[in-house]
């Protein structure tokens, strides 16, 4: 008993290396499987390339067969032979027609017999041209001669096929025979007559336009993969959060109405775009949720990214959701913000940092929502002396008092040093960045800027994706419901709450929600309006 092996370390201590063997196996299917779907990727991102060079290789393939002459074959076949009789002498005769058939497949398309054709037929072209049109090949394991003509007339190749036959047949027993007197030891039979084709067997226009468009696809691919290789735009969210060593909070597919539509406020409530800005306003209200007051500038690293109606949509969607939210426009240089919002430009930030107003005098309100805008007022010669100056740091105290998140739009990073300015006094900066449009280099040089003046990069929101690549793809529709079974403002019934007396938050949000696709700016006397104003104050 105490000699006796234990049987079960034996699979226990195998285990282990079994399951190093299967996790790589495991590992190296599943990074097949990525890259293939990286490839994937890349060719549904880049199929616009695939179908010029299907299209160019199909019309020149269209185009050449077109202008190709058709070709009709004529075939005529010849048999070697010895003429021995003997059984013995007969096999031994069978293997050397055997071995003569294949040096006379190569004589049949030789400059000699072709000079024959010529001159027996009278034809008006050389004996080199005729032999583009003649091949031969021996039938394998047999002693049998193929011989095959092609040109643009039937029945002149049928004629030059059977011209071939009789002219090798006496070349063959020229330079066979030994001597004049004696005969050759082998003899060519023409078997049947020559077998012409009724319809051209070139050119094939299936098979032309087959292989085009698949070397036009190649090369497609070919120019897909190039490109790819050579974009160095940003396109994918996990590269943008490598770049810029911080969190992509969102990303906002392409909407080809943004131009016509200006916010997302004019947009139906389950909008692609709409729910894309919800999850990005999540994402940005679990940032530093201990804080009570946030300031963010919002900023790209070039122009053209889409950062002003990224800045006007994103709070709008965070008015929408019940705080008090200000939008500044900090572009001193471009400002688009009034003019996005239907807003008066003339007074605003300008004019209460050179004392001319009164910051709440300055602020205006826009929606039903009760969304705060400070416009940029009048633009000054040096913007980067505003923001440095003492007034700048008051109005940004005076700010973060008054409201719940105070958005500045300010310009791109790269150009000049406005944004890096104000992200040093705020609470952190996102960048907009543009899908397909933004590179590399550019996201690392404003990440820089930022960095040299310690601000603070909150996070990215990727911009212009496709619907393919958006974080929302799909949108979740409320079921279908007769108009005299939804809430209607000031309309009298029971509570929805189980009886309960409605939260004043309730009757807010059905305001809001009866008067969402609303635009109009809200009077500056209203209820919300002289609030702030007692605030800032």
């Not at 090369?219 to 940003?234: F, H, K, Q």
Request: proline share 7%.
């Amino acid at each position: 008993m105490m000699g006796a092996t234990p049987r079960a370390s034996s699979p226990r201590g195998t285990a282990p290396a079994m399951d190093e063997q299967w996790t790589e196996e495991t590992g190296d299917n599943e990074s097949d499987s990525v890259n293939l779907r990286d490839y994937l990727k890349v060719l549904r991102r880049r199929w616009r390339w695939l179908i010029p060079g299907v299209l160019v290789a199909v019309v020149a393939a269209a185009v050449v067969t077109f202008l190709t002459t058709p070709q009709y074959a004529s075939t005529i076949r010849l048999f070697v032979s010895t003429p021995e009789t003997n059984t013995t002498a007969a096999y031994q005769g069978g293997l050397f027609s055997e071995q003569r058939a294949a040096s006379y497949a190569d004589l049949l398309t030789g400059p000699e017999v072709a000079e024959r054709v010529v001159h027996a037929l009278g034809l008006h072209e050389s004996p080199s041209a005729l032999q583009k049109h003649v091949t031969a090949s021996v039938v394998p394991n047999t002693v049998i001669l193929s011989v095959t003509v092609t040109d643009p007339s039937p029945g002149r190749a049928e004629r030059i096929a059977k011209a071939y036959a009789d002219q090798f047949k006496t070349f063959v027993e020229q330079i066979e025979a030994p001597s004049k007197k004696s005969g050759s030891p082998i003899t060519t039979s023409v078997l049947g007559t020559p077998d012409t084709t009724s319809s051209p067997v070139s050119p094939q226009p299936v098979r032309n336009l087959g292989l085009a468009a698949v070397l036009g696809l190649l090369l497609g691919i070919g120019a897909a993969a190039l490109r790819e290789s050579l974009d160095t735009s940003v396109r994918q969210a996990e590269e943008l959060a490598a770049l810029a060593a911080a969190p992509v909070l969102g990303s906002v597919g392409f909407d080809p109405n943004v131009d016509k539509r200006y916010t997302i406020a004019s947009a139906g409530r389950s909008a692609p775009r709409v729910e894309q800005f919800r999850v990005l306003r999540t994402s940005l209200t679990f940032v530093d949720v201990d804080q009570p007051s946030k300031v963010f500038v919002i900023t790209s690293a070039v122009e053209g990214d889409g950062k002003t109606t990224t800045a006007s949509d994103l709070a709008i969607s965070l008015a929408q959701s019940g705080k008090h939210v200000l939008l500044v426009d900090g572009d001193l240089r471009r400002p688009k913000v009034a003019s996005t919002l239907g807003l008066e430009q003339a007074v605003g930030l300008t004019t209460v940092l050179i004392g001319q107003a009164a910051l709440s005098d300055a602020i205006q309100e826009w929606g039903d929502a009760g969304l705060a805008v400070l416009a940029s007022g009048g633009l000054p010669p040096d913007p980067v002396q505003l923001f440095q100056s003492r007034a700048m740091s008051d109005v940004l105290r005076d700010l973060r008092r008054a409201f719940d998140v105070v958005l500045i739009d300010a310009p791109p990073l790269l150009p000049v040093a406005d944004a890096t300015i104000l992200a040093s006094q705020a609470d952190g900066a996102l960048m907009v960045v543009r899908y397909g449009r933004t590179t590399r280099e550019q996201v690392r040089a404003g990440v820089e800027r930022l960095t040299s003046v310690h601000g603070r990069l909150t996070g990215t929101i990727l911009n212009w994706c496709p619907r393919s690549e958006a974080s929302m793809t799909y949108t979740y529709h409320p079921d279908a419901v007769p108009d005299s079974t939804l809430v209607q403002p000031g309309a009298a019934g029971p509570p929805s709450n189980g009886g309960a007396a409605p939260h004043a938050n309730d009757a807010a949000h059905t305001n809001g929600a009866a008067r969402y696709n609303q635009g109009a700016v809200e009077p500056a006397g209203t209820y919300e309006g002289r609030r702030r104003a007692n605030r800032l104050s």
